[in-house]
């Protein structure tokens, strides 16, 4: 019988602004997935990264199920009152809906699922990600799925060398899952088209093409297309299987040594590089800089290995010391230009009603007849 790996995260509140959640309110969610997990999980994780709490369980039920959903709505519910026990900032930030609904698609939190038939050997990776959105994992997935030069794997082991099928998605698109499908290497440049928007395309999956097993699957939700407001950046979790007929542990963490910008930090508003950082690390300068963490784990029968942390090795400090300067130079130019998101992605927050009074201020200047141009 399938295993499914699900992993719900939400952020419903947090110390200090958008920092980290209370010590408290994390007792609180994994005391309760501890409880009501008993008789439908297998097994279970609860981890946190800058002010969002991600659960991880592995269970029988399949995707969305209403069980396991429920569960993790009811665990964010409870910790939520918690939040507002301590008077923490932003409680119950993302439960946008009252009521349960049989799962927690377009309610605010954000969720991945894999269902696989677990390999004797089931490694994967649970990434996570603070103060930006799902579109930060299309640059580190395109280079580990589709690139030779990061992923020697592709040129070394003939089943990958058979290719990835990407699903991307249109997430600008709200009246339903608008997606594509294409392959690499064939069609690389078609998913390089699509992938440099990472604010409309973003990939969904990634499938070993082959074996037809899946890899890769992130979470596109995109909280602004639900809230219809800004509520908080759509922070994102990933799961990723690796070894065998997918790339490696290492070949899957080597693209965020390039601390590539990504939308998010202050305000979801602005450019900012992303740093990795170690599992329970908090936010800090200027709302960010974005943090993305990743908890590795094997799983057998169901059962799982305790978390190692894969951005915690010492190499990850000399990208972090890149990332700090690359935020910093950003910085410096404020407001102006690439520092900040384009008016589309801005469109949520205040400043459209500001631009709307500021237009009624502008009028057309009368240019006075010329009559110094010659006949
Ligand atoms: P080991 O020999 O340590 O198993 O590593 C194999 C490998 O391919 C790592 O990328
Ligand atoms: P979160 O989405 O992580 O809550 O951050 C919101 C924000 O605007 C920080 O400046
Ligand atoms: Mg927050
Ligand atoms: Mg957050």
Not at 54 to 76: C, E, K, N, Y
Not at 235 to 247: A, G, I, W
Not at 306 to 334: C, I, N, Y
Request: aromatic share 8%.
């Amino acid at each position: 019988m399938k295993l499914t790996l699900s992993v719900i995260k939400a952020d419903i509140g947090s110390i200090g602004g958008h920092i980290g959640p209370s010590q408290k309110l994390l007792t609180a969610v994994k005391t309760f997935v501890a409880e009501r997990g008993k008789d439908c999980l297998l097994d279970y994780y609860v981890g946190s990264t800058g002010d969002d709490i991600a659960i991880l369980m592995t269970h029988r039920q399949g995707s969305d199920s209403p069980v396991i959903h429920g569960l993790a709505w009811d665990a964010f519910v409870t910790g939520t009152r918690v939040a507002k026990q301590q008077g923490l900032y932003g409680a119950g930030q993302d439960l946008l809906k009252e009521a349960f609904s049989g799962n927690v698609h377009g309610m605010g939190p954000a969720a991945v699922e894999l269902e696989i038939e677990e390999r004797p050997n089931e490694p994967f990776l649970l990434f996570a990600a603070d103060k930006t959105d799902p579109g930060a994992f299309n640059f580190p997935l395109y280079l580990a799925f589709a690139d030779a030069m990061n992923t020697p794997g592709l040129i070394l082991s003939p089943k990958m060398s058979k290719g990835f099928r990407f699903v991307i998605m249109d997430v600008n698109h709200t009246a339903g899952d608008r997606v594509i499908e294409l392959v690499a290497p064939e069609q690389m440049y078609d998913i390089a088209a699509l992938l440099r928007d990472p604010e409309r395309y973003v990939i969904e999956s990634i499938w070993s093409r082959a074996t037809g097993e899946q890899a890769a699957r992130v979470a596109t939700s995109r909280l602004h297309n639900i809230a219809g407001r800004y509520t908080g950046k759509d922070d994102p979790v990933m799961l990723v299987r690796t070894q065998m007929n997918f790339p490696a542990t290492g070949e899957v963490l080597a693209p965020f040594a390039a601390a590539h910008y990504v939308a998010g930090g202050m305000r979801g508003s602005h450019n900012m590089p992303l740093m990795p950082v170690a599992l329970g690390a908090t936010t800090s300068y200027f709302d960010g800089p974005p943090l993305v963490s990743c908890a590795a784990f094997c799983v057998h029968d169901g059962r799982l290995t305790e978390p190692l942390d894969a951005f915690s090795h010492p190499f990850w400090d000399e990208v972090r010391h890149q990332v700090t300067r690359k935020a910093l130079d950003m910085r410096r130019q404020g407001f102006f230009g690439a520092a900040m998101l384009p008016m589309g992605e801005l469109e949520y927050t205040g400043i459209t009603e500001k631009l709307g009074e500021l237009d009624k201020g502008f009028k057309i200047r009368q240019v006075a007849a010329r009559t110094d141009t010659a006949a």
